[in-house]
């Protein structure tokens, strides 16, 4: 695990018990707002007033994610270590071990239109390209609630689930959030989990608009970019987007706020703010950090 990875994932596990603030949660700021300004009734810590908060995972579908984390291209015989087999596994994992201490949904993007326009794995391996319309938005699979990890997994198959052209991560935080926005209910935290392979092909600024919009409502969006190769990872957008959501490594210090109170990287080019995986370890690590540090009542 890189350094910065690890640094991120200490600031995680110590979420629940941040200072009023911070934007880490916890404390007298449980609106997720960073700003102090909570009412101290919902606790993620497992306390008496625990509230299971919404955490809606946002998944990149799109091509290149048929790739090995390396980089290199599987055969039809290893289409398991391809990243999207390795994305969908731990996604399932995930939601399955912590299901009812974390309302989870599943959000991917871009949305299928349908009509055979997205690739299957197999498809894309062999080197069929999709042609849906570029930059589209999100489309949501599962909704935030209760016990949702045996949905998500009937939804998600590596084989099946297709495979999207562009990269919309503006469009897919923008569909996050009016899914969040429909099922907010007073006192639940609510966070966008985003797991990607690291870079935006539509429109940088969207992808900062979206995350400081969503953290103005009070939701925090975690940066986790799951790729090893050496090229594809926009870490300046990254960086920017890990500020915005205000759960960069830090937070607040590496980042900067306007006016309004949004925040961006103080030097997108620096080091990682986000979160990194570069193999299938570690995507299970850095996201069981994030949701440890965010479910009702877990023992670790």
């Known amino acids: 695990m890189r350094l910065a990875g690890i640094v991120g994932m200490l600031l995680l596990a110590a979420a ?20 102090g300004s909570g009412d101290g009734s919902a606790d993620t ?22 790739r090995r984390p390396d980089g290199t291209v599987p055969t039809l015989d290893t289409l398991d270590e ?20 974390i309302r989870f949904g599943l959000a991917l993007f871009p949305r299928d239109p349908g ?12 080197g069929t390209e999709a042609t849906n319309p570029d930059c589209q938005a999100g489309e949501i699979v599962t909704e935030p609630a209760d016990a949702t990890g045996a949905a998500i997994a009937g939804a998600l198959d590596p084989d099946t689930t297709l495979l999207c052209n562009t990269t919309p991560i ?22 966008v989990l985003f797991v990607g392979d690291g870079q935006d092909t539509c429109n940088d600024a969207a992808v900062i608009d979206a995350a400081q919009a969503l953290a103005r409502d009070g939701v925090r969006t975690y940066v986790v970019s799951f790729d090893g190769s050496s090229d594809g990872i ?7 987007m890990a500020c915005a959501g205000r759960t960069a490594a830090g937070f607040p210090a590496p980042c900067t706020a306007d006016a309004s109170g949004d925040y961006v990287a103080a030097n997108p080019a620096g080091p990682a703010l986000y979160l990194q995986a570069e193999n299938a370890a570690e995507l299970d690590d850095v996201l069981e950090n994030i949701s440890t540090a965010l479910c009702c009542g877990c023992v670790e």
Not at 16 to 22: H, I, L, P, T, V
Not at 83 to 94: D, Q, R
Not at 170 to 191: H, I, S, Y
């Open 16 to 35: 629940c018990g941040g200072s009023a603030g911070d934007g880490s949660g916890g404390g007298d700021d449980d609106d997720g707002t960073g700003d």
């Open 234 to 240: 926009d870490g300046a957008t990254l960086n920017d």
């Open 82 to 101: 391809s990243k999207w087999s390795i994305a969908i596994a731990a996604v399932e994992s995930l939601t399955g071990a912590l299901d009812g201490t």
């Open 45 to 66: 810590d497992g306390g008496a007033d625990c509230v299971a908060p919404d955490v809606l995972i946002l998944l990149d579908r799109t091509q290149s994610m048929h």
């Open 115 to 126: 009509g055979d326009v997205c690739v299957t794995l197999a498809e894309r391996v062999s």
């Open 170 to 191: 503006g469009a897919g935080l923008e569909t996050a959030g009016e899914e969040l926005a429909r099922v907010r209910e007073p006192d639940r935290e609510q966070f």
